[in-house]
């Protein structure tokens, strides 16, 4: 049996274009262009999501094996426990205009409502980070500025980390799980759900976005491998899916090698870069053009001619 489908067989399948793209819940990526697919990735590796100029995001994925809570529609199909991953950790590393130095905020399960605000000297091939200053930021703290930098911890439900540098902005809420026990009381765990934001277009950047959702911006609605969620005969379903059809290259091009999670080094890096192409897709399943959408998008957003 087959635990995965090619989200590319329709093209009703494909999400209608927008300025933002995201990742979410275990894990399903849709892209501003409008594709989608699912990403199992790898126990315990940190994956780069978005990076452009001056600015990425990482993220840890963990592998679970969890409860679908109570109206899940997967539910009807007969799937009662998965066996798949999480994104457990965001990593955000930022260059600050007006300093010179990296930002660094991180947020995650272990304090899945406040973040980790660091500063540092450390530049490209340094060596040893030489950590400035750090802080947490919870919800009821004033937002920080350090230049083209603004991070904040917004009280939603029950909390948002939003960072930008004027091109970018990230978004990251912390969400649940259920994970099953000896009793009948499943245990809670945290994960957290990502969404990017285009805040200029991002078909006229110099350098082009990349990454697992970063390279989404291209204005190519391209589908990708989704997970089936049909139920083997335990009521049970093990993920699979690692966005084949709709990335550039392979799942293992986005791993940070590096030990350090806020590393920016990657096969499609350009976070110090200063020009960058699109990805290529011309190897991209059943690929469809809507540059010209996510154009006239954010020329209505932002009050400009269409």
Same mark, same amino acid.
């Given at each position: ?22 990742? $979410? ?10 594709g ?27 592998y679970?094996?969890f ?35 990296l ?13 980790l ?26 937002? $920080?500025?350090?230049?083209?930098i ?54 006229? $950047? ?13 204005? /190519? ?27 550039e290259?392979?799942?293992?091009d ?13 096969? /499609? ?33 932002n009050?400009?001619?269409?």
């Amino acid at each position: 049996m087959h635990n995965f489908f090619w989200g590319a067989t329709s093209l009703a399948l494909h999400a209608p274009p927008s300025l933002q793209t995201s990742a $979410l819940g275990d894990v399903h990526i849709t892209h501003a262009s409008g594709g989608r697919f699912d990403v199992k990735g790898y126990h315990d590796k940190v994956f780069v999501l978005h990076q452009a100029s001056g600015i990425t995001l990482n993220a840890r994925f963990t592998y679970t094996s969890f409860l679908l809570p109570p109206g899940d529609m997967r539910q009807l199909a007969g799937v009662h426990l998965v066996h798949g991953s999480h994104m457990t950790q965001a990593y955000v590393t930022l260059l600050a205009s007006t300093m010179g130095r990296l930002v660094h905020v991180s947020l995650g399960s272990g304090h899945p409502f406040a973040a980790l605000v660091q500063i540092e000297s450390r530049r490209r091939n340094a060596k040893k980070r030489q950590l400035i200053n750090e802080a947490w930021l919870r919800s009821n703290d004033q937002p $920080l500025k350090m230049g083209n930098i603004e991070i904040e911890m917004q009280p939603t439900s029950p909390v948002a980390l939003v960072v930008s540098n004027g091109d970018w902005k990230y978004t990251v809420k912390p969400g649940i799980y259920l994970t099953p026990t000896s009793t009948s009381t499943p245990q809670t765990r945290y994960r957290v759900d990502i969404t990017v934001q285009a805040l200029v277009n991002p078909l006229k $950047l110099p350098v082009a976005p990349h990454g697992l959702v970063g390279q989404g911006f291209d204005g /190519y609605a391209t589908n990708g491998m989704r997970d089936s969620y049909i139920p083997e005969g335990n009521g049970e379903f093990t993920t699979a899916a690692q966005g084949e059809g709709a990335i550039e290259g392979t799942v293992d091009d986005y791993v940070v090698a590096s030990p350090d999670p806020f590393a920016t080094a990657f096969l /499609y890096e350009r976070f110090y870069s200063t020009v960058a192409q699109q990805r290529d897709v011309s190897k991209l399943t059943a690929r469809r053009w809507v540059g010209q959408n996510l154009s006239t998008l954010f020329a209505i957003a932002n009050d400009q001619p269409v």
